[in-house]
């Protein structure tokens, strides 16, 4: 199983959780980690190659969904320095090809329990590769973070773990 975790991280909760989550999947195959700007500006940054089973993308919630150049300059006001200067999840989705058979499933960090009221950026990913034809093999997840700034709620690490875990088990 050869895995692409693609992840976009303002203040480092979701990195962390893509690390978790790549780690975990490690444990089945070869897995790469990659923050999507980073990707991005790489030659061939906006093409998943076929020899890729599964993709995993995630990133924070902004204003109740993927963030916008609007909402991550927002957080570079607010805080100064971010992980993500360059593109963001929405606009790599945007642009990406995809292999015809590939397996995918979203993930996003967002601010307290209740979806209804924070909105989750996953809901808009997961919809996005669905479109895109990605057989879903995990239901859009959400990690909990303490506030914009906080890092992740305690129980976090070990539900990415697990989740990774689980997409693993279902694309082999
Ligand atoms: C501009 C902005 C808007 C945000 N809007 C929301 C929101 O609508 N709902 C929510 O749950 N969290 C919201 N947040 C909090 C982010 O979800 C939180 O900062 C993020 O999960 C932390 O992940 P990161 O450290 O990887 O950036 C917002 C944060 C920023 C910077």
Do not use: C, N
Not at 66 to 91: C, D, L, N, Q, Y
Not at 99 to 110: E, Y
Not at 152 to 158: F, I, K, R
């Amino acid at each position: 199983m050869k895995a692409l975790v693609v992840y976009e991280s303002m203040f480092g909760s979701t990195r962390t959780i893509a690390d978790t989550i790549g780690s975990a999947l490690s444990q089945r195959g070869s897995v790469r980690v990659v923050e999507v700007g980073t990707l991005a500006a790489e030659p061939g940054g906006a093409v998943v190659t076929h020899d890729v089973d599964l993709l995993v993308v995630g990133g924070p919630t902004h204003t109740f969904g993927m963030s916008r150049p609007a909402t991550r300059a927002e957080a570079v006001r607010k805080h100064g320095s971010v992980i993500s200067t360059g593109i963001g999840i929405r606009e790599w989705l945007d642009a990406v090809r995809l292999p015809a058979d590939i397996h995918g499933a979203a993930f996003d960090t967002r601010v307290g329990t209740m979806r209804l009221a924070s909105g989750a950026a996953a809901k808009g990913i997961d919809k996005w590769l669905r479109r895109m034809g990605v057989d879903i093999v995990g239901g859009p997840t959400s990690f909990l973070v303490k506030g914009m700034t906080g890092g992740l709620m305690d129980g976090q690490l070990a539900k990415a773990k697990e989740w990774g875990a689980q997409l693993a088990l279902a694309v082999e």
